[in-house]
């Protein structure tokens, strides 16, 4: 029995939970979870980009209470992160980090958080990145 696990199977539920969530954003999210899919990584970046890039339209809660744009980012952009074009990763996480500060509830450590997680990821990918 393989102990392979898919990296992006929770990214996958992530988008059908939040399609059937939000219901008017459905078809963004099933684009991007097939993109995902169809493994069109420079496709997904470019319209994760675009959809963390509007956030008074797209910028929502998750069933859980927390950011949709954080969910994104933790549950997506995390388990692909590697195949994402380092610059639009960094524009990605810095939408998502400035959507953090615009919540009244959070008080900066989150947006914080992930943009030092970005800082750690460059290390571990080299000076390249």
């Keep these: 029995m393989s102990s392979f696990t898919d990296p992006t199977a929770a990214a996958q539920e992530h988008f059908e939970v939040m399609a059937t969530h939000l219901p008017d954003l459905a078809e963004r999210y099933q684009q991007m979870s097939e ?6 990584y420079h496709q997904l970046t470019v319209s994760i980009l675009d959809f963390v890039s509007t956030p008074d339209t797209t910028l929502r809660t998750t069933p859980e209470g927390t950011s949709s744009y954080l969910a994104l980012y933790d549950k997506v952009v995390l388990a692909v992160d590697k195949k994402l074009n380092q610059l ?21 450590a989150a947006a914080r958080t992930v943009l030092e997680n970005l800082l ?4 571990r990918l080299g000076p390249s990145a």
């Design 120 to 123: 750690e990821k460059r290390g």
């Design 35 to 40: 993109m995902l899919q169809k493994k069109l």
């Design 88 to 108: 639009t990763l960094a524009r990605i996480a810095s939408a998502v980090a400035e959507s953090l500060l615009l919540d009244a509830a959070q008080d900066g």
